[in-house]
């Protein structure tokens, strides 16, 4: 982990926290911008290259927390990048957090970071931005040094009525980082094209209101699982043609929790009903959410829920995912306390979040 001083030690800073991605990939040649390892260049390079065009008297300080594809995203590095964002918006000297991500699974991060670090950053008034590219830094329009000269001159914007928060910003648009999700291979807008987001000068009043919505809603962060320490949850996609073995080959294992893609609204097929009723009744966490990437997944629709099913509301999938690892750890934590709060309490406060847009 190198840190790199760029500014006169002391003076009130923006942390910039190199995660890896395209924004830091390298192409072979210029002409194949496709052909390329994300990952490759330091975060300290990124930031020199953005220097000249950084506003005057906004100082930066840059530390690699990793250099990675973000399709290999662990779950321990997400603890780390947690407690780091946790810790540093603590720090009177660091004004803010900027966060240079592969686009690939920066909707886990952003859901993550919302959930273990949002209200922190609320109340203490600090923006968390995470940000990417779409073209790997050294091919003809490489989007990097644009949106992350936005990420650091956001995060450096006194907050007049922005308030404090996990955002992300990409293609010249802002959003909430819990809104932000890949959903083109290649366009430079891939992240934003299903997130509800501000263009006008990057934040809009409208938007604004929605975002105040959301937060009003979020009263407490969930607890940072320790790295070793994440249930084991996966996501299954129901689709034509689904078995029940898709279902029960899980149920002797260690998982604790599935998140079902269903269809449609949210429903499932047919097959893995009887698959299912055992597993919930072996203790294994079910939520339910939709395959087509866009709307809300309600209970009791398009059939009654079984007990110990929850819809996910908003939440897609992988969302979803990182939801529930967070709310059967937060279960966990409270017991220890004994507190005789459920998973299912800490998954619905999450799922019931307003919409923005
Ligand atoms: C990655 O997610 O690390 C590669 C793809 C990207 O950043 O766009």
Redesign the pocket.
Known sequence: MSSNLMHPEKSPYILVLGM????A?LASAAERPLEYA??QVGVESLVSHIKSAIPKGVNLISQQLAN?????LSEPLLSSLGERVYASLEDPAILGIVVT??????EETGIFLQLTCGRHANRLGKRVILT???IPSNAPGADGPSNLLDAVKWAATPLDNCPGGIYAVMDGRACLAMDLA?RHTTALN??LQASPSSSAGLINPSWLSGVKAVQAAWTEDLPIPEGGEWPWVEILTSHAGARPETVSLWLDSEVKGLVLAGSGMGGFHDAWQAPLTLGVSKGIALVRTTRTGAGITYSDIPEKDPIGYLAAGSLTAPRARIALQLALNAEKQAKMMGKPLTWQDFFARIAVLPVIG
Request: no cysteine; glycine share 24%.
């Open positions: 890896g991605g395209t924004i990939g994300a990952g990675i594809n973000s399709r290999n991500h592969g686009t690939d699974t920066i990417g590219a779409m890949k891939a992240p």
